[in-house]
């Protein structure tokens, strides 16, 4: 199965859930070793402690690290009569590489979930931010419906796109 035909069948709205801010972590706890580890066994959800995995691992398992880049992929648009639009880019589409995505200094399209589509019928969305100091508007215009995602185009200017971050999105 292919990544259009996945997002057929995903809804934004099962992955919205009540998180209070107070219990997402803001930086690594200092000793490290401390946080708190989620283990699935035989049904059930246990909660460990990230120094207890040796412990926990059969003797004969490959562990593998994952350093791969977390971006920023949800941002939220405001229109002009108040309606918030949320947009969850899934896949690069020009360019199609994310390394390449990465590198464009005014414009790229992603194929995106859109929260309150129904809302954005047309037009672009525009939301200014600030990035190390520097003002930067963000444009946003739909494009081609594919599935239950759309194709976005986002232009801006005054930075990359990697520089742009922000715990709740733009």
């Known amino acids: 199965m292919n990544i259009i035909d996945k997002v057929r069948n995903l809804r934004i709205a099962d992955y919205n859930y009540p ?84 590198q464009t200094t005014n414009q790229c399209t992603w194929l995106c979930l859109v929260g309150n589509s129904k809302r954005w019928k047309s037009g672009t969305l525009t939301q200014q931010i600030e990035v190390d100091g520097a003002t930067v508007i963000i444009n946003a215009t739909r494009g081609e419906r594919r599935g239950n995602a759309f194709e976005i185009t986002f232009s801006w200017q005054g930075s990359s796109p990697s520089k742009i971050e922000g715990g709740g999105g733009v």
């Open 19 to 102: 998180l209070p801010d107070e219990r997402i972590a803001k930086h690594p706890l200092a000793q490290r070793e401390q946080c708190k580890v989620l283990m699935y066994n035989d049904n059930a959800i246990e909660q460990h402690i990230f120094h207890e995995v040796p412990s926990l691992l059969p003797s004969d398992a490959l562990l593998i690290y994952n350093n791969t880049r977390v971006i920023n992929a949800r941002l939220r648009f405001r229109k002009a009569t108040g309606s918030q639009i949320e947009i969850f880019c899934l896949e690069p589409v020009a360019p199609h590489d994310y390394q390449l995505i990465f």
